[in-house]
């Protein structure tokens, strides 16, 4: 099992930054990746972005590309979300995911999450 723990959510205006973090910890050995992904009131979870444990690759959502980096370190076992530039629409609770295998960008193919942080951006 792995356990995840999140923090960095919070209030911010429109154009400010947050930065989120995700703590991994137990059976970190079976990570092959680890993703965000945010979820808004009646809306489904969607991807964010993610790296691969290793922290060679990352991959991001269109909409946060160059406004969004991910990045991990690997002696705390924490991966990073910094995040710029926010806009009201990236309003949501994020979470963080690990992946053992399969589509990096589908959340049905992770298999541990975090609690969720809350997000929140003002106009």
């Known amino acids: 099992q792995v356990q995840l723990v999140e923090s960095g959510g919070g209030v911010v205006q429109a154009g400010g930054s947050l930065r989120l973090s995700c703590a991994a910890s137990?059976?970190?050995?079976?990570?092959?990746?680890m993703g965000w992904f945010r979820q808004a009131p009646g809306k489904e979870r969607i991807f964010v972005a993610a790296i691969s444990w290793s922290g060679g690759n990352t991959y991001y959502a269109d909409s946060q590309k160059g406004r969004f980096t991910i990045s991990r370190t690997n002696a705390k076992n924490t991966v990073l979300l910094q995040m710029n530039s926010l806009e009201p629409d990236d309003t949501a609770v994020y979470y963080c995911?690990?992946?053992?295998?399969?589509?990096?960008?589908?959340?049905?193919?992770?298999?541990?999450w975090g609690q969720g942080t809350q997000v929140t951006v003002s106009s």
């Open positions: 995911a690990t992946l053992s295998s399969g589509n990096i960008y589908i959340a049905d193919s992770y298999n541990a």
């Open positions: 137990g059976r970190t050995l079976s990570i092959y990746a």
